[in-house]
């Protein structure tokens, strides 16, 4: 993490290098600093997106650090400044700030077996992760990919996942309303748990959805034996500064934007509404 003082709390410029409309809702950009400088972020961290005279929206990077030249997201219309930035174009440019957060364990995660849980947007933050371990593969054990999202036509990056399947890489994926083509697996994300064939005792979880998710895929993992301190989860708060001086995301004595946003469930069990 970086220290608050060392970051600038000024936007730096990004240039929009690429955008893609995933769904009606839901678009992906590819961005460049200005200055050309790498982000150098770890898994799991996110930055401050800005547009001058609307505003700034904390958004998790989705690409993963091995890439240098550029860092990618995936953004979901909800408000002003989501609706703005869902509105530039290849060329345009953006503010930035970060990153920002801590970021997923992955040095505690080397040569673990991994269950990596998405619900919905969750799947965001998760793939920088994803891309993470697969670019540094002799570095991890087995991966088991487990996603739920509502509707089929929700399942973000799915050929990307897809893709990686392979005899260490396990992707399954489950939807709550299927439509007419879909022929997968339907119901809810907790039921992908015991088709994981490893001791749970050794294994690590990383799980980012909904907050209704985490309640049930927590008791599950518990279930099978898995230690609290062994699942990493990614909370959402409102946030602003993202440097632990508002207070917007602060939960008794944790800032979610430095301490976290990824804690493991030890660290949260007690605490009233952390999840
Ligand atoms: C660490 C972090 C990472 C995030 N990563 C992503 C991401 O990768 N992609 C993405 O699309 N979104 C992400 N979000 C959520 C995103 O920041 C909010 O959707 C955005 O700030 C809304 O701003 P707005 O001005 O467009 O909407 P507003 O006009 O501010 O709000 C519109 C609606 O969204 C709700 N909302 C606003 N902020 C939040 C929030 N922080 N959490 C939950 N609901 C909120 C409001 O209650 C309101 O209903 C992330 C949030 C956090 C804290
Ligand atoms: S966002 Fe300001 S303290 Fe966390």
């Known amino acids: 993490m970086q220290p608050a003082e060392s970051v600038n ?32 972020h770890i898994p799991g961290q996110f930055v401050e997106l ?11 990077l989705c690409s993963s650090p091995t890439e240098k030249d550029f860092f990618e ?26 990153p920002f ?25 998760l793939r920088s992760l994803i891309n993470y371990i697969s670019d540094n593969r002799l570095d991890y054990k087995n991966i088991y990919l487990l996603f739920g999202t509502k509707t089929p036509g929700s399942l973000l990056f799915y050929d990307e996942f897809v893709k990686k399947a ?16 879909w022929t997968g697996r339907v119901g809810v994300i907790t039921t992908l748990i015991p088709e994981v064939d490893i001791n749970f005792r050794e294994a690590y979880s990383v799980i980012v959805g909904p907050p209704i998710m985490y309640k049930f895929v927590i008791r599950e993992l518990v ?16 946030m602003k500064c993202g440097l632990g001086k508002c207070g917007h995301c602060q939960m008794h004595n944790l800032f979610t934007c430095q ?8 660290q949260l069990e007690n605490i009233k509404g952390a999840i």
Request: aromatic residues 8%.
């Open 9 to 40: 709390y000024i936007p730096e410029q990004a240039e929009i290098l690429d955008t893609k409309n995933f769904t009606e809702n839901e678009k992906f950009f590819r961005i460049r600093l200005k200055s050309e400088k790498c982000l150098g």
């Open 50 to 60: 800005s547009i001058p005279g609307i505003g700034e929206a904390p958004i998790s």
């Open 166 to 181: 392979d005899k260490h890489t396990t992707y399954m994926n489950i939807v709550d309303y299927p439509d007419k083509g």
């Open 101 to 125: 957060g801590n970021g997923f364990p992955v040095e505690r995660l080397t040569q673990k077996n991994i269950i990596i849980v998405g619900g919905g947007l969750g799947v965001v933050p």
């Open 223 to 238: 279930s099978y034996g898995m230690p609290k301190e062994h699942i990493f989860l990614s909370l959402e708060r409102r």
């Open 73 to 98: 997201v995936c953004i979901r219309k909800t408000g002003n400044v989501t609706n703005a930035i869902h509105k530039l174009k290849t060329g345009d440019t953006i503010g930035i700030r970060g």
């Open 259 to 266: 301490d976290g946003p990824v804690f493991d469930y030890a």
